[in-house]
């Protein structure tokens, strides 16, 4: 398992390094390297999810339970002077105390750019302060982590786009 912290110069918040640990925690099972040789053995991003629901739950995070309406988490976007949000995203977990969303991809994450997708949507959410991006490290033999890491630099270190994120961590699993 590999991670990076954006923006780089700064300390990771214990906060996140909870979410580092749930994962460490799960290495051997979700360890994308020993599960990408077919199909059938890819664990898919709510396979994922599901091996990490308790961990989660336990400090504090609401986890979508499936792809039903009612188990999803919708997050508001509220606009200037609206007391009334018309715009959700929805995420796998959040933690309203921290400002933690956390987003579990699989081979959605590289292919079609879903990385930047949730990048984008968490900066939009209300009350949001850092987001959690888990990607295969291993899919169709490249290493996604590695890649989304490449795009996600240039992003934090000219500061030409700005986020109102107070950080950002990509977990290679």
């Known amino acids: 398992m590999n991670y990076a912290y954006f923006p780089r110069d ?3 918040p214990e906060s996140i390094k909870t979410v580092i640990n749930i ?4 290495e051997i099972e979700i360890d ?3 599960n990408d040789s077919s199909n059938e053995e890819r664990l898919s991003s709510d396979d994922v999810l599901k091996i990490l629901m308790t961990d989660l739950s336990s400090e504090g995070y609401i986890v979508e339970k ?3 309406k009612k188990d999803k988490i919708r997050m508001p976007v509220y606009l200037e002077n609206k007391e009334e949000s018309n715009l959700f995203f929805e995420v796998d977990a959040w933690n309203e105390n921290k400002g933690i969303v956390v987003e579990v ?3 959605r994450a590289l292919d079609n750019h879903q990385f930047l997708k949730d990048i984008f949507e968490a900066a939009m959410m209300t ?3 850092y987001l959690v991006i888990a990607v ?3 899919y169709r033999g490249r290493n996604d982590f590695l890649k989304i890491k490449n795009w996600i630099e240039p992003l934090y270190s000219t500061q030409r786009v700005k986020l109102d994120l ?3 961590l990509l977990i290679g699993y």
């Open 10 to 12: 700064e300390i990771i």
């Open 23 to 26: 994962f460490k925690t799960h």
């Open 32 to 34: 994308s390297n020993s």
């Open 66 to 68: 499936s792809k039903a």
């Open 105 to 107: 991809e699989a081979g």
């Open 127 to 129: 009350n949001v302060k």
């Open 136 to 138: 295969r490290e291993c």
């Open 166 to 168: 107070k950080g950002l």
